[in-house]
């Protein structure tokens, strides 16, 4: 013969309270006012107005070294890309990043640190190159974010009025740019 559990058991009234205890919590957080972003007043519908040239490109690590790798020059390629003068721009995570890959990636390195590039200082410390990319673009929406990682491509697809560039076969193309800016379809 099975014993059934007396309703004032310490189990039973402890799933009661956590139940009773998730109710209350979505109740409160439906009443609460919700935090809406505010519109970025540079945004024409999805056009940034910030946009322009000389554009600033904000590079990634895997972008330098798939450009080694397609034997591009940086530089020359996004100016032939854009059709207008560009300036490469380095995070401080992303130079941390291809100094942290060792002797490996010593040509992207140095690279990197060719006066051309202009070097971003940024106040995260430590955090992840793609983290700091995001953070960036999201924050200045004045650069074009230059990648081939598909999952940063993504999260660069979610802010609007920011374009995202990256290599097709030997050449870049800039996706979610204006056609009159010359972008390649």
């Not at 598909?150 to 290599?167: A, D, S």
Request: hydrophobic residues 35%; glycine residues 4%.
């Amino acid at each position: 013969m099975k014993k059934m559990i007396s309703p004032k058991d310490a189990r039973v009234t402890s799933v009661a309270e956590k139940q009773k205890q998730k109710e209350e919590e979505e109740r409160i957080k439906k009443e609460e006012p919700r935090q809406v972003e505010q519109a970025v007043s540079a945004l024409f519908f999805q056009y940034n107005t910030q946009l322009g040239p000389p554009y600033h490109v904000l590079v990634d690590t895997n972008f330098i070294n798939f450009s080694i790798r397609k034997k591009l020059e940086i530089v020359r390629s996004m100016m032939d890309c854009l059709l207008a003068k560009c300036i490469p721009c380095i995070t401080d995570c992303v130079m941390g990043e291809l100094e942290r890959l060792g002797s490996k990636y010593k040509i992207a390195l140095k690279l990197a640190k060719d006066p051309r590039f202009e070097r971003i200082p940024c106040n995260c410390k430590g955090v992840y190159a793609d983290d700091c990319i995001t953070q960036m673009a999201k924050q200045w929406r004045c650069f074009i974010v230059a990648t081939c990682d598909k999952e940063l491509r993504g999260r660069i697809r979610k802010i609007p009025g920011v374009p995202c560039m990256f290599i097709s076969g030997y050449r870049y193309t800039v996706e979610r740019m204006p056609e009159a800016f010359g972008a390649p379809r």
